[in-house]
């Protein structure tokens, strides 16, 4: 009687097993961190490496997020590059490079469309949140002016003059011009100090009393010159400049005229509110 033996059992073909890899489930565990905390739960280079993942699907981007934020110092270094300095970075190429920028232009298109549709009047943080992005890391200074209706709503803005205030490159007959053609009631004057500090020069005191002066011939009012630095601003109106202008320009135009002329020069000059 034949013995019942067991066929033998037929060996497969099996992929080996690769050691465990320690990058994997760090992309899900870094998007689940954002969506948790945001932006504040992540590093610099943690938000560049989750940019990149965008663009780049399947290769590990750590590596290229840190040597992006060591190359230029930082996020925001990082994002004010341009895709050719992007792109010398090692593992970042020009799709991604293409993609950085996009991402801060539509920051950029997103902060001003917003500043656009809504008062900017005594909101001088809103005004910086905006010009901030567009204004930061730029090497020479440029001076903006945000043109507002009668109900202090956004006309436009616009760049007029670029090199140093310091210099007298600023005209005050064509930022009066400017504002005439828009129709402006009122004006709000911005520029950045590429040095990163805010503290106003005596030159751009003097500017800014010139500009309120001649806003004023035209019964357009100067809300505010805001300068930019780093990561912060100087408002002239929260500081009290901006009134302290108006009351002198009125004292020189009224100097011999009656107490109750003046105010009904002010009522008319500034709608009716003359405070």
Excluded: W
């Excluded at 100090?193 to 806003?215: I, W």
Aim: with cysteine.
């Amino acid at each position: 009687m034949k013995s019942r033996m067991n066929p033998p059992k037929k060996i497969e073909d099996t992929p080996s097993v690769s050691p465990a890899n320690p990058n994997a489930g760090h992309r899900q565990r870094l998007r689940e961190r954002f969506l948790k905390a945001g932006l504040d739960g992540l590093n610099d280079y943690e938000v560049v490496e989750l940019l990149l993942t965008l663009g780049t699907p399947r290769r590990d981007c750590k590596q290229a997020a840190k040597e992006a934020i060591k190359h230029f110092g930082s996020l925001r270094a990082v994002l004010e590059a341009s895709p050719a300095e992007l792109s010398s970075i090692k593992g970042i190429g020009e799709v991604n490079s293409m993609a950085l920028t996009l991402i801060r232009e539509v920051s950029r298109r997103y902060l001003k469309d917003g500043i656009m549709e809504k008062p900017v009047c005594n909101t001088a943080q809103q005004v910086f949140d905006y010009l901030y992005c567009a204004m930061r890391g730029l090497k020479k200074e440029v001076f903006k002016v945000i043109y507002l209706d009668s109900q202090h709503r956004v006309l436009e803005v616009a760049d007029l003059f670029s090199g140093t205030v310091a210099s007298g490159c600023v005209v005050p007959r064509e930022v009066i011009g400017a504002a005439i053609s828009q129709n402006a009631s009122a004006l709000i004057f911005v520029h950045n100090h590429p040095s990163g500090k805010t503290e106003p020069s005596q030159a751009d005191k003097d500017l800014t009393r010139e500009l309120v002066y001649a806003a004023m011939v035209m019964k357009i009012r100067a809300l505010d010159h805001i300068i930019i630095g780093d990561n912060c601003y100087f408002s002239f109106a929260a500081a009290g400049l901006m009134g302290e202008y108006e009351t002198g320009f009125l004292n020189l135009k009224l100097k011999h005229v009656s107490e109750a002329k003046r105010h009904i020069y002010r009522a008319e000059l500034f709608g009716g509110n003359p405070e």
